[in-house]
Structures are given as C-alpha cells and as structure tokens.
C-alpha cells in the first residue's frame, strides 16, 4: 500500500475543506441531479482538505507544502515545472 504524503498547505486545506462543506451543503440541498454531482465534488474536495493529499499536484510533481522544497519562492507551483522543460 502506498503511503501519501501531504502536499498541500494549510491555509489551501482549510479553504478545501470550508468550499467542500458549503459545497456538499448546497449541493445537497438541491436534490436534483447537478446538485448530487455538487455535492459530489464537495465531497471530494473534503476529503482533499482533511488528507492534505491532492492527487492532482502529485501527478504534476508540485507541492504547496510548507518546507517541501517545491514551492518556489514567488509562490507559483507550475512555473517551478515550466523553468525545468525550458532549460531541458
């Protein structure tokens, strides 16, 4: 079994988790079918928050982790990936 290492910042888990809960609230609320796929999404991005894991940034390798070392210093996850293809 793989173990997932956080790769998200705190502050970024917290909105994940607080846009997850009004979300999946909304969502539900609805009960038609674009509210199940709202709350749905909600869902999802709660358990984003609460794991600290998004599986998105670990397929583009980046990280918003604090002390990951992948972040550069301007704060923008991608242009850290986009400097490595221009200089390769």
Do not use: K
Not at 24 to 35: C, H, V
Not at 77 to 84: A, D, F, I, T, V
């Amino acid at each position: 079994m793989r173990t997932h290492l956080r790769n998200m910042h705190d502050v970024e888990r917290w909105l994940s988790i607080a846009g997850g809960a009004a979300l999946t609230a909304y969502g539900l609320g609805r009960r038609q079918r674009l509210g199940w796929m709202l709350a749905t999404f909600g869902v999802w991005l709660l358990r984003r928050g609460a794991s600290g894991h998004c599986h998105t940034y670990e397929l583009l390798g980046v990280s918003t982790a604090e002390g990951s070392g992948m972040l550069p210093p301007h704060g923008d996850p991608l242009s850290h990936q986009l400097r490595g293809v221009r200089q390769g």
